[in-house]
Nanobody, 121 residues
């Protein structure tokens, strides 16, 4: 499956963005999808994950209550709604697909190219 992340950009503190991860290739509904992010000089970290049906989700503590992951299997797309953005949210955001939800990068087999989110203060 091929993944294309989009929706990043420059936003002020407290603003919102919605990232999209569009899939093509194999049936998208077979896969769980995760969002990860990587800030300059830091390791890639888990942000959120959603199972194949959309009924089960999990968000990392730093984004809990501000970010929401969702999916539309009819459109083969997963979304990450990001509200009340903070400077520490600045990073390249990656989406990834795998057989089941998980918080580790090794849970996922397919990765998109990343989209840059910059939060200015």
């Amino acid at each position: 499956v091929q993944l294309q992340a989009s929706g990043g950009g420059l936003v002020q503190v407290g603003g919102s963005l919605r990232l999209s991860c569009a899939a093509s290739g194999r049936p998208f509904s077979n896969y769980a999808v995760g969002w990860f992010r990587q800030a300059p000089g830091k390791e890639r970290e888990f942000v959120a994950t959603i199972d194949w049906s959309g009924r089960s989700t999990y968000h990392a503590n730093p984004v809990q209550g501000r970010f929401t992951i969702s999916r539309d299997n009819a459109k083969s797309t997963v979304y990450l709604q990001m509200n009340n953005l903070k400077p520490e949210d600045t990073a390249v955001y990656y989406c990834a697909a795998g057989p089941g939800i998980g918080i580790n990068i090794y849970n996922y087999d397919y990765w998109g190219q990343g989209t840059l989110v910059t939060v200015s203060s």
